[in-house]
Nanobody, 120 residues
Framework: QVQLVESGGGLVQPGGSLRLSCAASGSIFKIASMAWYRQAPGKQRELVAVITSFGSTNYADSVKGRFTISRDNAKNTVYLQMNSLKPEDTAVYYC??????????????WGQGTQVTVSS
């Protein structure tokens, strides 16, 4: 069994900052990519940022220059530092990790989601 537990969401004013964390635990052999997705009301879930096991990153155009994804491989944890937040960043943010529990095959796992609300 593998679990992803997110933390750090909340209410913040426009222009403010938040830092999300997601810790993976359980029967983990290796973690490949880790990522953050978000889903706003009435919209599809979208990729926000992804980081590979080697530290390569990629971002959605809408968050480039404002958000930074990072990971601590020793702690099986991924972070999302969000600066200059805008009301349109309001969404439920989900952590995703591609994990092997042993052997060559990998599977995607999801966290439960954490609400981020940007409002004055």
């Amino acid at each position: 069994q593998v679990q992803l537990v997110e933390s750090g969401g909340g209410l913040v004013q426009p222009g403010g900052s938040l830092r999300l964390s997601c810790a993976a635990s359980g029967s983990i052999f290796k973690i490949a990519s880790m990522a953050w997705y978000r889903q706003a009301p009435g919209k599809q879930r979208e990729l926000v940022a992804v980081i590979t096991s080697f530290g390569s990153t990629n971002y959605a155009d809408s968050v480039k220059g404002r958000f930074t994804i990072s990971r601590d491989n020793a702690k099986n944890t991924v972070y999302l530092q969000m600066n200059s937040l805008k009301p349109e960043d309001t969404a439920v943010y989900y952590c995703n990790a591609v994990i092997s529990t042993g052997g060559p095959s990998y599977s995607p796992y999801w966290g439960q989601g954490t609400q981020v609300t940007v409002s004055s």
